[in-house]
């Protein structure tokens, strides 16, 4: 089975904390995502990854970085995190690098800033 | 731009109706795939079909089935005689370069 795992369910975290959302995926995948989903909103892409070490900006990446030193991991970094942070964050991977086929999500980290 | 609207945001019906997903797309691509994916409360996204925008035909699975229509710009999603653990958010997506996009998404609730 292929197994996108983000580290934590929940986090609760302070405004102007730095935090890292990290996830892994066990199937060799080239492309990797970072999507955040709100209630009324759907999806949203934040970043996305196609190699190690590239990135590319989604539709909503501000206030986020992101990191893949290696091809399984993919982190979602928040610099400074405030409260209209607080979302469902959702990761992806599929295994083209050219065309999209089926991309796998992990269980979703619930983030909750104050 | 490409876009994909789920005009419906939540659909309620009976256990054993038939319901209909609607998926509206926008794409300038020649060649695309689009997709559904289904939510349940557990959170985690499930795959439930990708098409080819060079295949018309209508695809069946179980209790499920999809019609794509290219003039439209429409793939649709209907549930036959639907069961309470159909109950999940549904989403549309539209394959964009290497990521997908994807509609706001319908909460489907089938009670007994």
């Known amino acids: 089975d292929v197994k996108v795992t983000q580290s934590s369910r929940y986090l609760v975290k302070r405004t102007g904390e730095k935090v890292f959302l990290e996830c892994v995926q066990d199937?060799?995948?080239?492309?990797m995502f970072w999507y955040r989903q709100d209630p009324g909103l759907g999806l949203r892409l934040i970043y996305f990854?196609?190699?190690?070490?590239?990135?590319e900006k989604g539709d909503i990446p501000e206030g986020y970085s992101v990191s893949r030193e290696k091809k399984e991991r993919f982190s979602l970094i928040l610099e400074s995190a405030s409260t209209n942070q607080t979302s469902m964050y959702l990761c992806?991977?599929?295994?083209?690098?050219?065309?999209?086929?089926?991309?796998?999500f992990g269980q979703g980290t619930r983030l909750t800033v104050v | 731009a490409q876009k994909v609207t789920q005009a419906q945001t939540e659909i309620s019906v009976v256990e054993k109706e038939d319901v209909t997903l609607d998926c509206v797309y926008e794409?300038?691509?020649?060649?695309?795939?689009l997709f559904w994916y289904k939510q349940p409360p557990s959170g985690e996204l499930v795959f439930l079909i990708r098409?080819?925008?060079?295949?018309?035909q209508n695809e069946i699975s179980g209790r499920y089935s999809w019609n794509f229509q290219k003039s439209t710009s429409s793939f649709n999603f209907t549930i036959t005689a639907s069961q309470v653990v159909d109950s999940a958010v549904y989403f549309c997506?539209?394959?964009?370069?290497?990521?997908?996009?994807f509609g706001k998404g319908t909460t489907l609730s089938v009670s007994s």
């Open positions: 992806a991977s599929s295994s083209s690098r050219y065309r999209v086929t089926e991309a796998f």
């Open positions: 098409r080819n925008s060079f295949d018309e």
């Open positions: 794409t300038r691509d020649t060649t695309y795939y």
């Open positions: 997506a539209l394959e964009a370069g290497t990521a997908l996009i």
């Open positions: 199937m060799d995948h080239e492309n």
């Open positions: 990854s196609y190699d190690v070490k590239m990135k």
